[in-house]
């Protein structure tokens, strides 16, 4: 069975500040997706960033960087110059070959105080 | 990029009674749509994979008679809450699947609907 930890609920950044999300997953396939989704308060799920198994190349996209590491199993993601606008619910999933499922974390709210 | 909807986005309505709440892909066919809710600061979960002009696939410890799920249109899933009661309170997601060759299909998210038993 797949399974995603978050293990930090809740974290306050002042802005300006840089913040990073922890991601663990479990899966015993090797071939899976790993996903970073932002929850607003609005509640629309927001795609982030998709990521396979097969590729661990880190990732930049602007403030955005995700470090993806088989070696521990970790998809973290950092948000650098943390604006007010980044405050969101954020998801790490894990979908794996055939994509029929998403498994969901259960969230790091963050919070950036101006 | 491909578009999902739901409507209603909130509803409230009164114990006992179904609500009805539909899922569209707009500008593309899904063969597949999921169906996820979300009790209030928790994670999503799973309730069930739609599949086109086939019977839904519920996750466990999912009421398959509670939450009716219908899917008979490749751009259209309802999912149907019947003799709603306040535990049924929840946001529901969908999502839907491009359907594209090998692993490498994307799901996209509809912006979910907030449902208040009353």
């Known amino acids: 069975a797949q399974k995603v930890t978050q293990a930090q609920t809740e974290i306050s950044v002042v802005e300006k500040e840089d913040v990073t999300l922890d991601c663990v997953y479990e899966t015993r396939d090797t071939t899976y997706y790993l996903f970073w989704y932002k929850q607003p308060p609005s509640g629309e799920l927001v795609f982030l960033i998709r990521?396979?198994?097969?590729?661990?190349q880190n990732e930049i996209s602007g403030r955005y960087s995700w470090n993806f590491q088989k070696s521990t199993s970790s998809f973290n993601f950092t948000i650098t110059a943390s604006q007010v606008v980044d405050s969101a619910v954020y998801f790490c999933a894990l979908g794996l070959k055939g994509y029929q499922k998403v498994t969901f974390g259960t969230g790091t709210k963050l919070q950036v105080i101006p | 990029g491909a578009v999902v909807s739901q409507h209603p986005s909130w509803v409230i309505c009164k114990s006992g009674t179904s609500v009805k709440i539909e899922c569209r892909s707009l500008?593309?066919?899904?063969?597949?749509m999921f169906w996820y809710r979300q009790f209030p600061k928790q994670s999503l979960m799973l309730m069930a994979t739609s599949n086109e002009g086939s019977k839904a696939t519920y996750e466990q410890g999912v009421e398959k008679d509670k939450f009716l799920i219908n899917h008979a249109s490749l751009t259209l899933s309802t999912l149907t809450v019947t003799s709603a009661h306040p535990e049924d309170s929840s946001f529901y997601i969908c999502s839907a699947r491009l359907p594209g060759l090998g692993l490498d299909y994307e799901q996209y998210f509809g912006p979910g609907t907030r449902l208040t038993v009353t």
């Open positions: 990521r396979n198994s097969f590729d661990e």
């Open positions: 500008d593309f066919q899904a063969t597949t």
